[in-house]
């Protein structure tokens, strides 16, 4: 689609030729079950990993992801980003 057609360089996003995004949420309105619905979804994220470019939209990163996973994200843009943001 649209999105691809613009240059991986030419915005901070990088995945432009990814042709899926998959986003993992592991919801229970019973709050007693957050570690484990928590546990599951983590578990699920890592068994998929592997076959995935290695990045993420920025939106769906989760908080203890690390600087290496944000890195990732934005590719070859990383370093360009943050001497803009410095």
Same mark, same amino acid.
């Given at each position: 689609?649209?999105?691809?057609?613009? @240059?991986?360089?030419?915005?901070?996003?990088?995945?432009?030729?990814?042709?899926?995004?998959?986003?993992?949420?592991?919801?229970?309105?019973?709050?007693?079950?957050?570690?484990?619905?928590?546990?599951?979804?983590?578990?699920?994220?890592?068994?998929?990993?592997?076959?995935?470019? @290695?990045?993420?939209?920025?939106?769906?990163?989760?908080?203890?992801? @690390?600087?290496?996973?944000?890195?990732?994200?934005? @590719?070859?843009?990383?370093?360009?980003?943050?001497?803009?943001?410095?």
């Amino acid at each position: 689609g649209a999105a691809s057609r613009v @240059g991986k360089k030419d915005t901070a996003w990088n995945y432009r030729d990814a042709t899926w995004a998959q986003v993992m949420v592991g919801v229970d309105p019973d709050p007693a079950n957050n570690d484990k619905t928590i546990s599951w979804t983590k578990s699920y994220y890592d068994a998929l990993h592997p076959y995935s470019a @290695g990045g993420a939209y920025v939106n769906f990163l989760m908080g203890d992801e @690390g600087e290496d996973r944000v890195k990732k994200t934005y @590719g070859e843009n990383y370093e360009r980003l943050v001497a803009i943001k410095n």
